[in-house]
């Protein structure tokens, strides 16, 4: 049995500190956490830890340093890691001028397997360990990120994308072939080791009535696989889907049509939904992804949290690499942060990092598996150092053991700098040769 041992000071959440209060945080300041065979064994006073777990574990001392749950990233594209950054467009213009372009290079396998190993190098990098994933239209770039996410023993949720309009035709498929492409995907990937299925019907302008009544026949027939695509992102966008979509209500309706709806469906952005369209969200339980630092670099919008929180939408936060402009979590909470106070509501730290680890796991209904620190969880763990660069070191001199504002000077000044260290099912996450 292989046993570790991680000291530190723990932090997870049993619940959303924002509803639950004080009882949500569980903070152990001489903390361990026993792990063995990937998960986690015992969490607790180190103290305590120490006299159970095997006297010749191997012991990492994270002394000083906090220890939370595997950040989880809800929204993601592999193939877009040169697309960031892309200057001076907003979405379709920069779908069409920056990214059909990169997402092309995908139907070369070795280059998607080399990018898939960068990516997951990054990720780890960054504290992430779970993330929701867009591959291309071809399946060989699936393929490639899930085997790459095997070999690294990582819990990743992925699925090629389905487009057959409006798009260069070397990124379409077609109805029958995007049905078919997924489903061997699926039966090749889906619930192997931590693998996980994502039917992904990139958006309703690149796809045909008939190839969403596809996605949701794989949607039927799979019920197990996640569903992801986006949503309201960018007015342009919204007025398009509604030409080719006449006899939707909605633009949620696109997709709840074809029984796209539901508690496994992840809906990239959702910043200009009608109340109408955020009460079936609610009401179908359907997952919006709030993706700040995409929604600030394309001009999309400011999403609004507290009316979809308060309607009883679920809301996972994430990047949306390469809309997106940074891999850190931390980095696209002190964005979300900063697109919340122009909206005049407020984000408390321990709401955020919550958000980052259980909020997102339960939003994508893994939380019996990841996102806590708790015996029997699958042990991806972060060590974080809040004093990481000079500035932060100096700006943490002025907090005085009050944790939650530790956490916002964390988030809001903290990158990949501040990980000390990923853990990925109990292993320290290294770097692709
Ligand atoms: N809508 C459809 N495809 C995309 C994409 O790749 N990124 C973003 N931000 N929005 C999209
Ligand atoms: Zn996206």
Known sequence: MSARLLLGRVLSFRDAPREA????????????????????????EAADVLTR??????????????????FIDAHIHYPQTRVVGSYGAQLLDWLNKYTFVEEQKFADPAHAAAVAEFFL????????????????????????????????????IAGKVMMDRNAPSALTDTPQRGYDESKALIARWHGKGRLDYAITPRFAITSTPEQLEAAGALAKEFPGCFVQTHLSENDAEIALTRELYPQARDY?????????????????????????????????????????TSNLFLGSGLFNEKRLQEAGVPVALATDIGGGTSYSLLQTAAEAYKVLQMNRQSWPALQAFYQLTLGNARALGLDDRIGALEPGREADIVALNSRATPAMAHRMEAVRGDLAEELFVLMTMGDDRAVAQTYVAGTPAKASA
Do not use: N
Not at 22 to 34: F, L, N, P, T
Not at 53 to 70: E, N, T, V
Not at 263 to 288: N, Q, W, Y
């Open 21 to 44: 209060g004080e009882r949500a945080v569980r903070y152990i300041e001489r903390g361990a956490v026993w792990i063995a065979d990937g998960r986690i064994v015992e969490v607790g």
């Open 53 to 70: 777990a095997p006297a010749d574990a191997p012991r990492d001392d994270h002394s000083g340093k906090l220890l939370l749950p595997g």
């Open 121 to 156: 190098d990054e990720l780890f990098r960054q504290g992430t360990t779970t993330a929701m994933v867009y591959c291309t239209v071809r399946p060989e770039s699936a393929e490639a990120f899930f085997a790459a996410s095997e070999s690294r023993g990582a819990r990743m």
């Open 252 to 292: 949620l309706d696109v997709y709840d049509r074809y029984g796209l709806l539901g508690p496994k469906s992840v809906f990239g952005h959702c910043i200009h939904l009608s109340d109408a369209e955020v009460a079936t969200m609610a009401a179908k339980r359907g997952v919006a992804a709030f993706c700040p």
